[in-house]
């Protein structure tokens, strides 16, 4: 209890601790946000690491000038997509395993079948659209690797996501993260991202439930 609450007073004041790293380590901040966001897309058994509010968190905190915003997109874009590809050929060589198996010991079969659906829906450009998307952000290119789904088709969706998700999180930090109403309510906003974030799942799993008690269906 005590470790969940630690990670929830971090979540809720990023801005507080991405200022300390910057203090603190200097430009090694830089490696540590790149661990971050690499951990959170590369490896599929860290969904719960911050993305969109860390991104977000970040742009405000170098809008001060304590980061610069080119490096962090460039740094952070590397991250994202370097972290797809390795979530990628862990899907491709382990994933059919444990589709295949009941039960996983690290992986949440419910998220797994919850990505394919995405992938059901919207095809390739669920790399895309799951990049603002926390959860399946993390699952889809895994789920991509399982399917088979062609490296170098997954590739150009992997750099196209990876790249605006980046630069739509980080702009939108650096442009609105100090304004006066917005620093003063940082933590309503950091929740308001969180919500935003999460509805389109919401949204899929509501029409997927609405659908599956309908008169008739099993």
């Not at 915003?69 to 050929?89: E, H, Q, R, S």
């Amino acid at each position: 209890m005590e470790i969940l609450m630690k990670l929830v007073d971090i979540l809720m004041h990023l801005d507080v601790h991405i200022a300390w790293l910057v203090n603190t380590y200097g430009v090694w901040t830089y490696v540590i946000l790149f661990s971050i966001v690499f951990l959170e897309t590369g490896i599929v058994v860290t969904p719960m690491l911050p993305g969109d509010s860390l991104l977000f968190t970040v742009g405000a905190v170098a809008a001060t000038g304590a980061l610069k915003p080119l490096w962090v997109c460039v740094v952070l874009g590397f991250a994202a997509i370097a972290g797809d590809t390795l979530n990628y050929w862990i899907g491709h060589y382990l994933g059919p395993r444990v589709f295949q198996s009941d039960k996983s010991r690290f992986l949440n079969r419910e998220h797994l079948q919850r990505t394919h659906h995405f992938f059901e829906t919207y095809g390739g450009k669920t790399i895309i659209i799951a990049r603002f998307v926390p959860i399946v952000r993390t699952f889809a290119p895994f789920v991509a690797g399982v399917g088979s789904m062609r490296y170098f088709k997954f590739l150009l969706y992997n750099i196209i996501g990876g790249v605006m998700w980046v630069i739509i999180c980080v702009y939108a930090g650096v442009f609105f993260g100090n304004l006066p109403f917005v620093k003063k309510h940082f933590e309503l906003v950091l929740l308001g991202i969180i919500g935003v974030s999460l509805l389109p799942t919401m949204v899929e799993y509501f029409l997927h439930s609405s659908q599956s008690i309908k008169p008739g269906n099993p």
